[in-house]
């Protein structure tokens, strides 16, 4: 497994490895992996003849306040779990190799940007959009893969790649979970033991949803109200939000739920933002 941290050496390397016509899937991801990550690779392992990782922390996508500085790093931990994954390369840049100091260009998704955790993190998502543009220019992948746990994420790349002509396949995965159902995300390791207890009631909230809503139908609200409550019984949930949202274009809906919808939550636990998602149907 090579590890690249400069652009010259990934673009080399994805060079090599696809002389011959051999095709390139690339799993993007900020470190400290899991087993969420080792399932996008394990997919990318399986449609596509040769996987690059990425591991860059890009501090364009946090905010002031938010967890750059503490964001969990263990990079020989990643490279020893990619290796015995049979990964090809492994980009690593450092924020001044992917960023010139006088960096002027941004893409974003105008409407889908600015809302929902958009409008929680403003920036976020234009950081993600950059960073992503960035990685497929330089590594030139066939397929790239994401998780669906970060479903506005997921809009957001399959949205620029659309509009920016971006010649690839982007491959949403389903999300992995802990056995209590907590979504898999390197940031459960900074909950508190009461924390990580009280987490998995976001799953659960979900689970009563998705098999209520077949058999009761409901409208927006009374199914915000079930899915909050659930949460709000959960120590130390402070709910941040709870939408309700057309599932393929995220617009808001209102009254009687005739259509299949996602289920967005984000709830701090602590100094910890967790979030979650669901798609049900009526
Ligand atoms: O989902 C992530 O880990 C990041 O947002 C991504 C896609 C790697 C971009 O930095």
């Given at each position: 497994m090579q590890i690249c941290p400069t652009k010259t050496e990934i673009r080399a390397a994805t060079a090599k490895l696809r002389n011959g016509g051999a095709s390139i899937g690339l799993v993007p991801t900020m470190g400290f992996l899991h087993e969420g990550h080792l399932t996008l690779v394990r997919r990318a392992r399986a449609a596509c003849d040769r996987v690059v990782v990425s591991i860059f922390v890009n501090p364009?996508?946090?905010?002031?306040?938010?967890d750059l500085a503490t964001y969990p790093r263990d990079p020989e931990r990643d490279f020893a779990m990619l290796r015995a994954e049979g990964v090809d390369a492994v980009f690593t840049p450092d924020p001044s190799e992917m960023y010139h100091a006088d960096a002027q260009t941004i893409v974003e998704t105008t409407d889908l940007s600015g809302v929902l955790i958009g409008a929680l993190r403003p920036g976020h998502f234009r950081g993600v959009a950059t960073v992503v543009s960035k990685l497929f220019n330089i590594v030139q992948p066939d397929r790239a893969f994401f998780g669906e746990k970060d479903y506005q994420q997921l809009l957001v790349i399959r949205t620029m790649v659309r509009d920016l002509d971006v010649p690839l396949e982007i491959v949403g995965v389903p999300t992995v979970r802990e056995p209590d159902g907590l979504a898999m995300s390197s940031?459960?390791?900074?909950?508190?033991p009461e924390h990580r207890a009280a987490a998995p009631a976001l799953n659960a909230s979900l689970d009563w949803a998705e098999a209520t809503l077949p058999r009761t139908p409901m409208t927006v609200d009374e199914l915000a109200a079930g899915v909050t409550a659930r949460i709000a019984d959960a120590r130390g949930a402070e709910i941040q939000s709870v939408d309700i949202r057309d599932?393929?274009?995220l617009a808001p809906l209102a009254g009687a739920i005739t259509a299949p919808a996602v289920i967005l939550l984000a709830v701090r636990f602590g100094q910890v933002l967790l979030i979650d998602q669901r798609v049900v149907r009526p």
């Open positions: 364009t996508q946090f905010g002031p306040n938010e940031r459960n390791v900074r909950l508190t599932a393929e274009t």
